[in-house]
């Protein structure tokens, strides 16, 4: 791998637990959660609908907090209960139904965050933001309004608004979903560019398997309620990665893997009668 | 009043949207039935009026004014009693409603939209001002005469008041609805973000609420038009309102017809500017509902 | 695991550090609070309203104190007149209400089935609807043979208009799918209308009829004031006119109590009437 070297970001979860209403109803959503990112690493996070995925993404952003455990960053500690966190750029989310302001054009939405936080003037975050749109195949949709833009457009136009704040860690949640599966594959290429340029720590939630395996340096799978880490694949594959490596040996083996352990967990929860929390 | 937010385009096949010309609009409106059905309603309605009440004097409808002696009044230029497009007196009584209104829907805007705002907003806030709200909006408007008449000095002021207070209740609850519509996840991007909250008021608040709001405003100004005319009959000097019921005492039913249209007229002439005020401001609407087509 | 539960969670763990005696939760979740501040605000008004005299307090302390206003209603309660008020304007609202629906619901679901209907009805429509109903009161005590009429074609024209907008509002934006579904199972038209397409705009026209409702109150005020000798409109401006300002008071509350219950009672109604709507 010839890449950039990230600048920080490495994550570690270290008995990290979430129990809603413990009072009351005790939802266990997390149960002792261990496992470690390395600093620029491509990490994706596999389960069936109920796993805990979501809260986890959810703890680092800070949307939520952990009731026990704690979360480190880069060794220092993150959060944990006696310690809540706050959201903030340097954990930066890309949001499944799409957070862009529909009342902004493009360009706004783009470059408001570092220059709502002083980082950047009006000038420079457009000529990057510019850029890194030309980057991901958008050009000239800078001054149209989201509403306007298609489901693809509008998930590269996200991502790039997550990237310009230069966070260490960039958190997807289920971020192509709604996609269907031609534009998904172009848009995750598109990612891996982005990704293969200036490598971060990436936190992707999914319960696609082949996106998992094809976008991962690992793949962590969970289980269903109570979530708890099922497996932890490292996927060898080379970068850069193009759709042609979907058909490869490795990659098959791979995935098959990572089918057989989700194969019961997704059973276990149909079953339970999970509602999915995004319709 | 649901669907207010219309969602985004689900495209089949990843399309963005299309934006139609308005002149390609124009040509194909042109071309359906609808605006000859149109002219077709409405010239039906004014035949039956003339029909029923000019020509046939059936029932009770000969007591009504016929539709040719109201016309002939309105655009005479020495109208029989007074008022006609031509006379001072029309423009006097259309200025001292408008003029109430225009005062009474201002100071309700001013001050309705920010407590709306807040309300939705701060938690503290809304729970001090909700249930005051709640126990007050239930009395009809017109039940606050007697106590506008008391509390307000002068004779302009309880009527002013009282067109104030219907479009008041009216635009704090369409906008606390607005803040309240407003997708969580946005406030969650901008707190990634890195928005100090006076940008997450001016920049996701406020444009996330104007669809309501402006929704409520065009609510507000027929309030305000039914207060005032309420209002005007029930305790005024001047104005349409008064015109109206004056015009019927002294059995000067044309004039009474001149001043309802009149109102009709101003009516939708004020809830039409608004809603084209917040056309203006919501471009983004604009451009993505056009583009639906 | 709902989004509103979590998002409760959410705040109740950020505020706390792992211990917290019950009561301070309590009163950290969302309704207690609300009930504290509720209750401040209008105890504050209600002690400056009844002290608003020795306060001095300009204006208000021309308005009788809520003691007054308690002591005025327990007569009214029992006077006749009070009651029959009550009767006679529900009887007005009733009507008028219901002729409003009967007219309204049929011609609006009209209206949104058949596109030539709508093109030719809806402009008079709007031509017509800006005009205030109270300015249709004179039209309508010169056509109505009784004032009794007059005040309930006013009560019908008020609630007339959000009936009509409301029922073509629902019906035009049903979800096309559903058609096409019923549709290739089957359907003929008229089975697509009572079925597929009517049940579907319901809770639209529930809607119609809640704000509706207001409405009509507010008219039969507006008209009883104006226009009527009976009713609780009349009994409040009779009370003002013999300068009997606390009785006033108890007709304004009166009315806001009933049109509030009756607003709640059409959407208990409604529940019933649209069971798929109620969410668990």
Not at chain 2, 222 to 247: D, M, N, P, T
Request: aromatic residues 10%; contains cysteine.
């Amino acid at each position: 791998m010839n890449r950039g070297i990230a600048r920080g970001g490495a994550l570690s979860f270290r008995h990290a637990g979430k129990i809603y209403d413990p009072e009351g109803a005790r939802v266990v959503a997390l149960d002792d959660v261990n496992f470690e990112i390395a600093a620029g690493e491509f990490c994706v996070v596999v389960g069936p609908s109920g796993c805990g995925k979501t809260t986890l993404l959810n703890a680092i952003a800070g949307f939520d907090q952990i009731t026990s455990g704690e979360i480190r960053m880069d060794g220092a500690l993150l959060t944990s209960p006696g310690k809540p966190l706050l959201p903030g750029a340097d954990r930066m989310v890309v949001f499944q139904q799409g957070a862009l302001f529909p009342w902004k054009t493009v360009l706004w939405n783009v470059t408001c965050g570092p220059i709502q936080q002083g980082k950047l003037s009006k000038k420079e975050a457009n000529e990057q933001a510019t850029h890194l749109l030309a980057r991901v195949g958008l050009t000239s949709i800078e001054n149209q309004y989201p509403g306007e833009l298609s489901g693809g457009m509008k998930r590269r136009v996200e991502i790039v608004r997550a990237l310009m704040n230069d966070p260490k860690v960039l958190l997807l949640d289920e971020p192509f979903r709604a996609l269907d599966a031609l534009t998904k594959s172009v848009v995750q290429e598109y990612l891996l560019e982005l990704y293969d340029l200036t490598p971060k720590t990436v936190f992707f939630i999914t319960h696609d398997i082949e996106e998992a395996v094809f976008l991962a340096d690992k793949v962590v799978v969970m289980t269903t309620r109570p979530g708890r880490i099922l497996k932890i694949l490292d996927v060898g594959i080379g970068r850069p990665r193009d759709y042609r490596i979907l058909t490869s040996q490795e990659f098959m083996r791979l995935e098959g893997e990572v089918r057989e352990s989700i194969h019961d967990e997704a059973r276990k929860a149909f079953e339970a009668g999970e509602r999915e929390m995004a319709t | 009043m649901a669907q207010l937010i219309a969602t985004a385009p689900t495209a089949i096949g990843d399309t963005a949207a299309v934006r139609v010309p308005w002149s390609v609009k124009m040509r194909r409106l042109l071309r359906s039935p609808r605006p000859y059905l149109a002219l077709l309603g409405i010239a039906a309605f004014f035949l039956a009026w003339y029909l029923l009440v000019d020509v046939l004097k059936f029932w009770r409808f000969r007591e009504l004014p016929g539709f040719v002696a109201s016309i002939r009044e309105w655009i005479s230029p020495n109208p029989v009693y007074g008022v006609s497009l031509f006379t001072a007196e029309y423009y006097s009584h259309m200025g001292a409603s408008v003029y109430r209104v225009f005062i009474a829907f201002v100071c309700a805007t001013a001050l309705g939209i920010p407590i709306g705002i807040l309300m939705g907003w701060r938690r503290v806030f809304y729970g001090l001002t909700f249930p005051i709200l709640e126990l007050l909006r239930p009395i009809p408007i017109l039940a606050w005469i007697p106590l506008a008449i008391i509390l307000l000095p002068g004779r302009e002021l309880p009527i002013i008041g009282l067109t104030f207070l219907a479009a008041f209740f009216v635009t704090i609850l369409n906008t606390l609805l607005g803040v309240q519509s407003i997708d969580p996840v946005y406030f969650r991007a901008a707190k990634s973000l890195g928005f100090k909250q006076s940008a997450i008021l001016f920049h996701v608040i406020v444009p996330g609420a104007l669809p309501y709001i402006f929704v409520g405003l065009q609510i507000a100004m027929g309030a305000c038009w039914f207060s005032l005319v309420a209002s005007e009959i029930v305790s005024g000097q001047a104005g349409l309102g008064y015109k109206v019921w004056e015009a019927y005492y002294y059995v000067q039913f044309e004039t009474m017809v001149i001043v309802m249209a009149t109102l009709g007229i101003l009516g939708y002439i004020s809830s039409a500017f608004v809603r084209m005020l917040g056309n203006r401001l919501m471009q983004w609407r604009a451009n993505m509902l056009a583009g639906v087509q | 695991m709902t989004a509103s539960s979590s998002v409760a969670a959410t705040v109740a763990t950020r505020e706390a550090p792992v211990r917290r005696s019950r009561f301070s939760r309590w009163l950290a979740s969302w309704w207690s609070l609300n009930l504290l501040l509720g209750a401040m605000s209008i105890g504050t008004l209600g002690l400056l309203w009844e002290f608003a005299q020795p306060l001095g307090i300009p204006g208000v302390k021309e308005v009788p104190p809520p003691s007054e206003v308690v002591r005025i209603s327990a007569d009214l309660l029992g006077s006749r007149l009070y009651w029959e008020g009550w009767m006679l304007s529900v009887q007005r609202i009733t009507l008028g209400f219901l002729a409003a629906q009967i007219v309204g619901i049929p011609l609006g679901l009209m209206m949104a089935m058949h596109r030539n209907a709508f093109d030719t009805i809806f402009p008079i429509i709007e031509i017509l609807r800006p005009i205030p109903p109270v300015a249709w009161i004179p039209v309508a005590i010169i056509f109505w043979p009784t004032r009794e009429m007059s005040v309930v074609f006013i009560v019908f024209l008020g609630a007339f208009w959000i009936v009509l907008l409301n029922t073509i509002g629902g019906a035009a934006n049903v979800d096309p799918n559903y058609k096409r579904a019923a549709l290739s199972l089957g359907s003929n038209q008229r089975d697509l209308f009572w079925r597929i397409i009517f049940p579907a705009t319901v809770p639209s026209i529930i809607t119609g009829m809640a704000v509706g409702m207001g409405i009509a109150w507010e008219m039969v005020v507006a008209a009883e004031m104006i226009a009527g000798r009976t009713g609780l409109g009349y009994l409040l401006w009779q009370s003002f006119e013999i300068n009997a300002i606390a009785q006033v008071v108890v007709c304004m509350i009166s009315i806001g109590i009933a049109g509030y219950l009756s607003s709640e009672i059409i959407r208990q109604l409604g529940g019933f009437a649209a069971p798929w709507r109620r969410t668990h």
